[in-house]
């Protein structure tokens, strides 16, 4: 949602910018151009919202039984506990931050080097156990960026 709203500040300061331009300082002129440009952006952040609310735009979710989903924002996992069936896992992680992350499980061999506003995945095989995942960082694990993969 706020990406949503700083394009349609953008969008309206620009008609406002071509408003002020072919009224010519006007403002009696310029009044319905500046109506119709905060009316279609009302539009489009409402249509905006709507559909983040109908499409489940949010936090991260699993898709499926041997597919996990983490983000990083404020410099933390989104999931700290993981869980998944022995066999072939896929890991998708997402980068919210402002600062590179990893998802660093050393006993499996795993390294998810995620840039800033990215996305990356692995896929591995695992065993019964529990693994613990981290961010390599320098310490960002220290802050809090840990977690345990239990595989059953």
Request: aromatic share 6%; proline share 6%; glycine share 12%.
């Amino acid at each position: 949602l706020p990406p949503l709203a700083l394009a349609t500040t953008s969008i309206v300061g620009l008609a406002a910018t071509a408003g002020y331009l072919l009224s010519r300082g006007d403002a009696d002129r310029g009044r319905p151009l500046a109506s119709a440009a905060s009316a279609v952006a009302l539009v489009l952040l409402l249509a905006g919202a709507g559909a983040a609310l109908l499409l489940g735009a949010g936090g991260p979710r699993p898709f499926g039984e041997h597919n996990l989903v983490v983000t990083t924002h404020g410099a933390r996992f989104s999931a700290t506990e993981l869980a998944a069936s022995p066999g072939q896992v896929t890991i998708e992680v997402t980068n919210e931050d402002l600062f590179w992350h990893t998802l660093t499980i050393e006993r499996l061999g795993v390294d998810i080097r995620v840039p800033v506003k990215a996305h990356r995945s692995a896929t591995f095989d695992v065993t019964p156990g529990t693994y613990t995942y981290r961010c390599a960082i320098p310490g960002h694990e220290s802050i809090g960026m840990r977690g345990t993969l239990t595989v059953r």
